[in-house]
């Protein structure tokens, strides 16, 4: 008998090995995309929360500026209302007639004879014209023991 000779076929695919790698690809490309639509949706209801929040903590730190002025502004027209009596009392108390009540009690009355004392003004030795920066500079210079004196 003769035996038939079998040629060796060339298989359906040519390496198998990148066949399965081109399936698991394509797998998970797949899989990924099935949530992209649910991915951009949470992307884009996170960016309109941050803007949303950004806005709410802007408004509130407005709000509370607001509140620290009006609240100045009441001490502040409490402060001249204070102001305001505290320079009536020492007007009141600056009087002539207060005083020279006080002055009356006290015994005192106007001097029979002034007296005008002039005083020199006192002399200043005058040194003669340096600029600061050499004297300062200068003690680079000195000896360290001579600095201590």
């Not at 006080?102 to 004879?113: C, D, K, N, S, T």
Request: charged share 25%; net charge positive; aromatic share 8%.
């Amino acid at each position: 008998m003769v035996q038939p000779r079998f040629f060796d076929r060339p298989s359906r695919i040519a390496n198998p090995r990148t066949a399965r790698a081109a399936t698991q690809r394509r797998i998970v490309r797949k899989s990924r995309a099935r949530y992209t639509g649910v991915a951009r949706v949470f992307t884009a209801l996170f960016c309109v929360l941050v803007l949303l929040m950004g806005y709410v903590v802007l408004t509130s730190s407005l709000t509370g500026l607001s509140y620290a002025v009006a609240k100045a502004r009441a001490q502040r027209e409490a402060l001249q209302e204070q102001t305001m009596r505290l320079d009536d009392r020492i007007a009141a108390l600056r009087s002539d007639d207060r005083l020279a009540q006080l002055a009356a009690r006290l015994g005192m009355h106007e001097p029979q004879r002034l007296a005008v004392v002039r005083l020199e003004q006192p002399r200043v030795a005058q040194s003669g014209l340096r600029f600061p920066v050499f004297s300062s500079l200068a003690g680079f210079f000195a000896p360290a023991l001579r600095r201590q004196q």
